[in-house]
């Protein structure tokens, strides 16, 4: 969802929201089993697994662009990440193994009175402001065509504290920069906008 407000001509502002999404796998199996060790010995067994398979936090960016001359055009941004409302993507297990053991068999057969069940340790992620800037510049124009480049930069600090436990979550730092052009068709703009952007 979002919404831009252009005052002027050099100026144009805008804020963007995105909401969260999660993927969440969980997984049950349930089985009846019968042994034939001498004797029939049935056997009960249930699994129950939960997992984050993906997270994308929700975030609310605020963006302006400020256009000094016909040439040129700047931008900044910041964004909002809602990192802490991430849960840990490592499962949580739920094990139940019931054997009926014939009491002949009772002494060489040894059943565990539970199987432990796994939780996910806590990440504790924090919330992160993302800042981006980036600049436009038109640096051919002819009465037909005009081609722009453009640059940008990012740094996003990660959200996750030190890992110092025996289960760790891998994260780092991020800078990203990019690069891009565009073609516009002076004629046929605003009806035709050939662009791309790496």
Known sequence: ???????????SLGVVYRGEVKLQNEITADARIRFLIGEPVPAYF??????LGAFQPQQVSLGAAFRPNDRWRLGAEVTWVDWSDYRSSIGSTDAVLQIDVPPSLAENIHVPDQISSTRPIPA????RLVPRVGVEAYVWRTSALALAVRGGYAFE????????GTTNLIDSDRHAFSVGAGLVLVELSPAILIDSCN
């Open 1 to 11: 969802l979002g919404l831009q407000f252009v005052p002027s001509d050099r100026w």
């Open 46 to 51: 249930n699994l129950a697994t939960g997992s």
């Open 124 to 127: 504790h992620f924090r919330d």
């Open 157 to 164: 600090r990660s959200p996750a504290p030190p890992q110092t």
